[in-house]
């Protein structure tokens, strides 16, 4: 029987049910095997009183301290975040507050390592538990955690320190794998495990039907992110303006929101752009699957799981050479890498628009990134390290 202890800041919760999801179904699928018992340590950063009065804390703050999520243990002890420098101290306050936790946690569950599933401040607070537990640990890198964190002046190099400490490493891409072997981390020691997708909810739909549904008659693009700078819902507006009779819908909320609004107002396209809002991940397959293209101009990603999504719902992918997009777009049925620019998006768009590749020759380029696979990959590496 092998027991993990997963750690994790990005875990879903009654506050934020839509953050981490990757990271929670991933742990569904390990904690399901016969052969494993799991914990979730999902820890919630506040600041002091009074900014965790503020509204964006508030519901957090509320948060009980064990509940569960789908059936999984998850506890949801507190440690005390800060602004500005003192953010290089996030993960020894991290360890710190979770220490005493884990050793009480280690009496009634032995667990026989410590899986943490973001690198910032997860992986160096690990480092710090499994010393001090006496257990080895696992690291896994997805995107951000590397690009940006990874570069940060005080937390750059507690990563890459993290990254020779571990026992195992985990990239969610080869580039990122490329990446964390720059920082310093060992080659050697990074295995690709790609994300999975539900093969049953992301599916292809009769596509002139969806969008009739919606009032929809032209071509359809999509676009779900965040609303901020990196992931370049700018360009896709942009590009709009370049693609007559298209409409653009944007799934999710963020601090950019009123600029793009002003942004297609100015271009002209206000009256073809659709904001969303943060919608619950059970809309995204059907919005995915209406959709003609999906456009993610983002500047830095790991390996994006709406670009697997989407190509599980038969629907082509324009996006940027960046992370993992060559594990994802690998072939022309799957879309179009491009560089990242509004001229490139329309170019590329349009001639999908033109030649539209087959949503079964899409759907298939998915296949390979399936939740059994991740499951079994997941096990195999952490039982290595456990053995």
């Known amino acids: 029987m092998l027991r993990v202890l997963t750690l994790s800041t990005l875990f879903p919760s009654a506050a934020r049910p839509t953050l981490g999801l990757f990271v929670a179904r991933q742990t569904l699928g390990l904690a399901a095997r016969d052969d494993v018992e799991l914990r979730v340590v999902a820890p919630v950063g506040l600041p002091v009183w009074p900014l965790s009065l503020h509204p964006h804390y508030r519901d957090l703050a509320r948060l009980p301290g064990e ?6 243990v998850v506890h ?7 602004p500005g420098r003192a953010a290089a101290g996030t993960a020894a306050r991290l360890a710190d507050s979770l220490l005493p936790r884990l050793r009480v946690l280690r009496t009634r569950f032995a667990f026989d390592l410590i899986d943490a599933e973001f690198f910032w401040p997860d992986g160096p607070a690990a480092m710090r538990l499994a010393a001090a537990l006496g257990v080895p640990f696992s690291i896994k890198a997805r995107g951000s955690d590397i690009h940006y964190w990874g570069h940060q ?3 750059g190099e507690q990563i890459a320190a993290a990254g020779r400490a571990a026992n195992g490493l985990l990239a969610v891409s080869g580039a990122l794998r490329d990446e964390m ?7 050697d020691r990074i295995r690709v495990h790609h994300t999975g997708i539900d093969l049953d909810l992301f599916h292809p739909v009769d596509r002139a039907a969806a969008k009739a549904a919606l009032g929809v008659s032209g071509p359809l693009l999509v676009c779900a992110g965040a609303l901020i700078e990196r992931k370049g819902q700018a360009l896709a507006i942009q590009a709009l303006a370049a693609l007559p009779g298209a409409i653009l819908m944007l799934v999710g909320d963020g601090p950019d929101r009123a600029t793009l609004e002003q942004l297609a107002r100015r271009l002209g396209v206000a009256d073809r752009v659709r904001f969303l809002g943060s919608r619950p991940h059970a809309e995204l397959p059907g ?13 830095h990603e790991g390996i994006a799981n709406v670009w697997i999504e989407a190509l599980g719902c038969g629907t082509p992918v324009v996006t940027c050479d960046v992370g993992g997009a060559r594990d994802a777009i690998d072939r022309p049925e799957s879309g179009r890498l491009v560089e990242r620019t509004s001229d490139a998006f329309a170019a590329a768009i349009a001639g999908l628009l033109a030649e539209p590749p087959a949503q079964d020759a899409v759907r298939a380029s998915a296949a390979r990134f399936s939740w059994t696979r991740n499951s079994a990959e997941l096990f195999d590496h952490l039982s290595g390290i456990a053995r």
Do not use: E, F, K, N
Request: glycine share 12%; no cysteine.
């Open 67 to 72: 509940d569960s999520w789908q059936g999984l």
């Open 76 to 82: 949801r002890p507190r440690y005390r975040v800060w």
């Open 153 to 155: 002046p005080g937390i």
């Open 181 to 187: 072997a720059s920082l310093g981390m060992p080659a």
């Open 287 to 299: 919005l995915l699957a209406t959709a003609d293209v999906a456009v993610q101009p983002s500047g």
